[in-house]
């Protein structure tokens, strides 16, 4: 169950007229927290992002499930389940025994992980090799629309930033 203050972000994410994948990251960057605080572990980075994009579709957040080729039918399965439980308005969900026991076994499976899986060196790798099977025109496009939904200020921080690291990488 994600926290309240990742719900009101996302939020104010949508409100911002940033992407879906955006709101999503607020879910995802939950999660890394989560097992970065010893309160659960990941066998890998990969892991944690599916466990935040579910967290998220099932939070209402707009996430398109994968594309037939791309991921497994069971993937695609349980995106398209958690999306039609995050279109659901009723709060009042039925809990039984069995639902109880899935939640903890899953819990209990996820406490034996290891933290590794969100360390700076594996989020770092997951993102690099995510990107590059990305074709250049799909990447321009979204750092396009990034700085298009950063607003002024965010766009001059973001600036001052890129300037520090290039500063800093041309003297080593």
Same mark, same amino acid.
């Given at each position: 169950? $994600? =926290?309240?203050?990742? %719900?009101?972000?996302?939020?104010?994410?949508?409100?911002? /007229?940033?992407?879906? +994948?955006?709101?999503?990251?607020?879910? #995802?960057? =939950?999660? #890394?927290? *989560? #097992?970065?605080?010893?309160?659960?572990?990941?066998?890998?980075?990969?892991?944690?992002?599916?466990?935040? %994009?579910? =967290?998220?579709?099932?939070?209402?957040?707009? #996430?398109?499930? $994968?594309?037939?080729? @791309?991921?497994?039918?069971? @993937?695609?399965?349980?995106?398209?389940?958690?999306?039609?439980?995050?279109?659901?308005?009723?709060?009042? *969900? @039925?809990?039984? =025994?069995?639902?109880? *026991?899935?939640?903890?076994?899953?819990?209990?499976?996820?406490?034996?992980?290891?933290?590794?899986?969100?360390?700076?060196? &594996? %989020? +770092?790798?997951? @993102?690099?090799?995510?990107? &590059?099977?990305? $074709?250049?025109?799909?990447?321009?496009? !979204?750092?396009?629309? !990034?700085?298009?939904?950063? /607003?002024?200020? /965010?766009? +001059?921080?973001?600036? *001052?930033?890129?300037?520090?690291?290039?500063?800093?990488?041309?003297?080593?």
């Amino acid at each position: 169950m $994600p =926290e309240q203050k990742t %719900l009101k972000r996302a939020a104010a994410d949508k409100r911002a /007229g940033k992407a879906s +994948s955006t709101q999503a990251g607020e879910f #995802v960057k =939950e999660q #890394v927290d *989560k #097992v970065r605080a010893g309160q659960h572990g990941v066998r890998s980075a990969r892991q944690a992002i599916a466990i935040g %994009l579910s =967290e998220a579709r099932r939070a209402g957040v707009a #996430v398109k499930s $994968p594309k037939k080729g @791309t991921a497994s039918a069971a @993937t695609r399965k349980k995106a398209a389940t958690d999306n039609a439980a995050g279109q659901r308005k009723s709060t009042a *969900k @039925t809990s039984t =025994e069995s639902t109880a *026991k899935r939640s903890r076994a899953s819990t209990d499976a996820l406490k034996r992980e290891g933290s590794a899986g969100a360390s700076r060196a &594996a %989020l +770092s790798k997951q @993102t690099r090799s995510a990107a &590059a099977k990305r $074709p250049a025109a799909s990447r321009s496009a !979204a750092a396009k629309k !990034a700085a298009a939904t950063k /607003g002024a200020a /965010g766009r +001059s921080a973001a600036a *001052k930033k890129a300037a520090h690291t290039r500063a800093s990488r041309t003297h080593h």
